[in-house]
């Protein structure tokens, strides 16, 4: 019997087809009624990923649903939150992704801008996840990319430019203040600890989100970011 060498993921984190268990694990492991199963051959794998879900499918498993703290950076209960965001060519055609974890269910956020900066996207992304949030009691863990944005909730950036009229410490006018103002009001109802994860670096819900954003700036009738193209904000 030949050794399988490929895994198709047809519900999972991220569905696809992988060459190592892993991999696969990865995609699969604390996600409620995960579908995946291993093949000889790339064809296979592929022909099975594309067919409709069948009850009969013996060799086909289905994970046992666990908390989705197994999931990668997951937090201890409470809504974990991943976001990204970026502009193509910077500043360029943009957009921002958003994944929301809570009681075993996902939900995915996303929308692209025409001109508009990093910074901005990365900002929207979370903005928009905390809008999602407004009202909830439960702890939210915010995962982001962005130490622009982590640095400026965290250490108090953001705080201590509002208090200065929106100025920085070198008397500069703080960029993007629109953005930070209603993020700042968003977190003052919520609780919300965010939280840095290095970009590009294997973690696939971060990596979902990249592709999210992406895929958003790439796409057709993007809003325009008002405040940015009134004002040609630097990036």
């Known amino acids: 019997m030949s050794k399988k060498k490929y895994y198709a993921v047809k519900q999972g984190i991220s569905p696809g087809i992988y060459n190592t268990w892993s991999e696969t694990e990865a995609q699969v492991k604390g996600y409620p009624g995960a579908k995946f199963k291993g093949f000889a051959t790339e064809t296979e794998a592929m022909k099975w990923l594309e067919s409709s879900d069948s009850d009969n499918d013996s060799s086909s498993r289905a994970v046992k649903k666990k908390p989705l703290a197994a999931a990668p950076h997951h937090g201890k209960g409470g809504i974990t939150v991943y976001t990204d965001g970026g502009a193509l060519n910077n500043p360029g055609p943009g957009g921002y992704g958003v994944i929301i974890l809570f009681n075993g269910k996902e939900k995915e956020i996303c929308g692209g801008y025409?001109?508009?900066?990093?910074?901005?996207?990365?900002?929207?992304?979370?903005?928009?996840?905390?809008?999602?949030?407004?009202?909830?009691?439960?702890?939210?863990?915010?995962?982001?990319?962005?130490?622009?944005?982590?640095?400026?909730?965290?250490?108090?950036?953001?705080?201590?430019?509002?208090?200065?009229?929106?100025?920085?410490?070198?008397?500069?006018?703080?960029?993007?203040?629109?953005?930070?103002?209603?993020?700042?009001?968003?977190?003052?109802?919520?609780?919300?600890?965010?939280?840095?994860?290095?970009?590009?670096?294997?973690?696939?819900?971060?990596?979902?989100?990249?592709?999210?954003?992406?895929?958003?700036?790439?796409?057709?009738?993007?809003?325009?970011?008002?405040?940015?193209?009134r004002n040609d904000l630097v990036c």
């Open 114 to 229: 025409r001109l508009t900066t990093n910074n901005r996207m990365e900002l929207m992304a979370c903005i928009t996840a905390l809008r999602e949030l407004e009202g909830s009691r439960e702890k939210i863990t915010l995962y982001s990319d962005s130490s622009y944005v982590v640095n400026g909730i965290t250490k108090g950036w953001a705080k201590n430019w509002s208090r200065k009229g929106w100025r920085k410490s070198d008397g500069k006018p703080a960029i993007n203040r629109d953005l930070w103002e209603e993020l700042l009001g968003l977190t003052e109802d919520l609780q919300v600890n965010f939280q840095w994860v290095r970009g590009h670096a294997g973690n696939q819900l971060n990596e979902r989100c990249d592709r999210l954003a992406v895929s958003c700036a790439r796409g057709s009738q993007l809003l325009p970011d008002e405040e940015y193209e």
